[in-house]
């Protein structure tokens, strides 16, 4: 079975930062992409970052959140990060990891879910 295992929520004030981790463990064979979206209460859930798996591979961001937050990966690890700095109010949601894994002997992919991680920013 694949796992993720999300960490780094929690409270936070305006303009401060957080690092948010997820680890993918379990049947992987490789990893395609891995990505973090939110969703706060009342909406939908929006892809906040994505990053492929390749070297040097490309990353995507929200425009709401280009310049503050970072995603980075530790392939060695399974492991993607968001960084995430000068946090505002708007920025508080539910954070959910994301990963794609491409099958061994197939074409196929497999979607899985971290449970989400909250985000609150507040004074």
């Known amino acids: 079975q694949v796992q993720l295992e999300e960490s780094g929520g929690g409270l936070v004030q305006p303009g401060g930062s957080l690092r948010l981790s997820c680890v993918v463990s379990?049947?992987?064979?490789?990893?395609?992409?891995m990505g973090w979206y939110r969703q706060a209460p009342g909406n939908e859930r929006d892809l906040v970052a994505i990053?492929?798996?390749?070297?040097?591979?490309?990353?995507n961001y929200a425009d709401s959140v280009k310049g503050r937050f970072t995603i980075s990966t530790d392939n060695a690890k399974n492991t993607v990060y968001l960084q995430m700095n000068s946090l505002k109010p708007e920025d508080t949601a539910v954070y959910y990891c994301?990963?794609?894994?491409?099958?061994?002997?197939?074409?196929?992919?497999?979607?899985?879910w971290g449970q989400g991680t909250q985000v609150t920013v507040s004074s």
């Open positions: 994301k990963v794609t894994l491409r099958q061994r002997r197939s074409n196929l992919m497999e979607i899985h």
């Open positions: 379990g049947n992987i064979f490789s990893i395609y992409n």
């Open positions: 990053i492929a798996s390749s070297t040097g591979g490309g990353t």
